[in-house]
């Protein structure tokens, strides 16, 4: 069973540019998640879908980044325009099901490490 | 606020047992889970604790202290392979993972 994609691995933007990330969850998997990590610091949620509805996204820094999940299978973000602090590893994540329990486990995506310049 | 604590970096020798405590206060708790990552790879799930003990799992073994909002993950018998990045945390709000910043060790032959 292929584990959550993402693309692309590394991507390397001007500031003031837009960069769209995209991740592949595991086939099935009703809750999508994105996490951030930025140099030096923990990794930190952004948001979080349940098939194509956002359930959480608290943690989505400012209205520059736009996440989408149309049809309820692979999600995009996307970050217009960016800034240099947006630079850092974009994790993405998958679980099954709604519910208490190691099977609620958050499979993770290798990331997509964005340097923005 | 939410805060999680756990050493930066810990070194240990092959075949030794390693020890890395992980401390919490967040607002809500479901639920505590390591990670091990690897350099450029993707967190991979270790273990998770709910309740109160020890779970065991082959030669990695996490405990969790609720009252003391406090877990620890035990490797033992450690391998080369081990070298890497192990990330504590806690399940919050909703299905939300706060994490900490992730205790790198590095097994020495």
């Known amino acids: 069973e292929a584990g959550v994609t993402q693309f692309p691995s590394h991507s390397v933007i001007e500031k003031g540019q837009t960069v769209t990330l995209r991740c592949d969850p595991i086939s099935g998997h009703d809750n999508l998640y994105w996490y951030r990590r930025v140099m030096g610091k923990e990794i930190k949620f952004l948001l979080h879908f349940v098939k194509e509805s956002k359930q959480d996204e608290s943690g989505m820094p400012n209205n520059r980044f736009l996440a989408e999940r149309t049809g309820g299978t692979y999600s995009t973000l996307k970050v217009q325009p960016a800034e240099l602090e947006d630079s850092g590893v974009y994790f993405c994540?998958?679980?099954?099901?709604?519910?208490?329990?190691?099977?609620?486990?958050?499979?993770f995506g290798p990331g997509t490490r964005l340097t923005v310049l | 606020g939410q805060n999680i604590d756990q050493p930066t970096e810990m070194t240990a020798t092959e075949g030794a047992i390693v020890q890395i405590n992980c401390t919490y206060q967040t607002s809500g708790f479901n639920g505590l889970f390591w990670y091990q990552q690897h350099a450029g790879e993707a967190p991979t799930f270790l273990s998770y604790?709910?309740?109160?003990g020890l779970e065991e799992k082959g030669r990695f073994s996490s405990f969790l202290s609720r009252s003391k909002g406090y877990s620890y993950l035990l490797l033992k018998e450690l391998q080369m392979k081990d070298s890497a990045s192990y990330l504590c945390a806690v399940k919050t709000a909703g299905n939300k993972l706060t994490f900490g910043g992730g205790t790198r060790v590095l097994v020495k032959p």
């Open positions: 604790n709910v309740l109160d």
């Open positions: 994540a998958s679980s099954q099901v709604w519910r208490e329990g190691p099977d609620n486990e958050q499979f």
